[in-house]
């Protein structure tokens, strides 16, 4: 499978054509310059999409199935080249790192402690995520080792995370990036760690969730600049299709506290999207968005709900009035797995009337029906046209043929308006 450049070749092709100009309009200086961080003009509005996708879920079998016997190295590129186009658009991609890459000394393994190879860390790089969530419950699954190896993997595979830290002052402050001129601050914190204990003195390894702790800091990062605080948030119950009181009280407290968007994980099923206006700790009305579980990208769960999962994405506008929130959409995903040739595979496929099916994933029956029901199931548990909550106004991909699920007709029809549309939050 080739690999989609996506934005990220783009802004490699954009940085040389600046530099190059830059250069050119120094002439005799001696110094090279730098372009500077691009500030929107006067009345003129900067905009954005990010996006959340859900779990990567690492069982034995998927893990497995990316190996290549003649090379004797893992490929985990044809598992995400589907839906490589819809991760790698977005200004900014986040994902959810529920395995370790503590090396090959460890073993690999699945459930119920996690270890899988560093390749899976290039893979999804190259698909388009930028950041990965790494506080979870399976962040002690390889106990102190496994923390600095992933986070070293992740390294060396140019990918940003977020939640779990190899000294305190890579903990001290919070992730800020500034996506063309908009800053993000990412928070990252777990609930549980499925019984395991932090290392003794390394209490700054994992952020272990408490309201508080979350809200200091977003404070932290509203002082550092940040336009608006995004909040990773690992909890819930698992396999339950609805958020309980506990996640939707946390959700109230973190919104109070001025967390502008909290995506959460765990259940491993899509829980609803939602809209939460609260009044702030300094009295003003705050609106934050509410992703309660976005699902699984990719895991070997073969029962209805956990087969599937969303990716999210998020319309940011930033101009004089502030930096807001202002649509919100989703694209369901589904976890293919097949038998080619005598080998196990999987690929995480969109899942839309829009998107024919890419010409190197031949569907069975029982893989047709399936991806019909995910997007009746998603698209009545997600939408919410009061809020702009809709389906992602997908395109179809280059590397595809005409064929789709089922004539678009027959599925239920979504809210009208795109991405750019709806939702106002501030």
Known sequence: MGHYPGRHAMRRLSAAIMASILLLVAGCLQQRQTAPTLQPAP?????????????????????????????????????????????SSPDY??????????????????????NSPAELAQAVREAGVDLLSTANNHSLDMGWPGI????????????????????????????????RGIKLAWLNYTATTNGLSLPP?????????????????????????????????????????????????????????????IINSHPHVVQPIEVLSVQRDDGRTHNCIVAYSLGNLIADQRWRYSDSGI???LDIVK?????????????????????TAGRLRFRV???????????????TAADKTRMAQVWAELTA??????????????????????????????????PPGKIHEHLHLG
């Open 381 to 414: 548990h997600l939408n919410d046209p009061g809020h702009g909550i809709s389906p992602y106004q997908a395109q179809p991909a280059a590397n595809s043929v005409s064929l789709l699920l089922r004539p678009a007709q027959q599925f239920p029809a979504g």
């Open 319 to 339: 101009d004089q009035a502030g930096t807001r929130v202002q649509g919100a959409s989703y694209l369901p995903v589904y976890v293919q797995k097949s038998t």
């Open 349 to 363: 496929l969109p899942v839309s009337p829009a998107i024919p099916v890419a010409a190197d994933n031949s569907l």
């Open 43 to 87: 009345n003129q509005a900067v905009r954005i999409t990010v996006a959340a996708a859900g779990d990567l879920l690492m069982h034995n079998t998927v893990v497995n199935s990316a190996y290549d016997s003649a090379t004797r190295h893992y490929d985990f590129s044809p598992e995400f080249a589907a839906i490589a186009p819809y991760l």
């Open 201 to 261: 003195g390394k209490g700054f390894a994992l952020n272990l969730l408490s309201p508080e702790a979350v809200a200091a800091e977003a404070r932290e990062a509203r002082r550092g600049g940040a336009d608006l605080v995004l909040a990773m948030i690992h909890f819930g119950n698992e396999y339950q299709r609805y958020p309980d009181a506990n996640q939707r009280q946390i959700a109230s407290q973190l919104a109070a506290s001025g967390v502008d968007v």
């Open 148 to 179: 600095v190896n992933t986070l070293n993997n992740l390294d060396a595979a140019g990918m940003a995370h977020i939640g779990t830290y190899r000294t305190p002052a890579e903990k001290a402050s919070p992730l800020i990036v500034d996506v």
């Open 93 to 114: 991609t986040i994902a959810n790192l529920e395995t370790r890459l503590a090396g090959p000394s460890f073993g690999y393994a699945g459930y119920p402690r996690f």
């Open 311 to 313: 990716i999210l994405y």
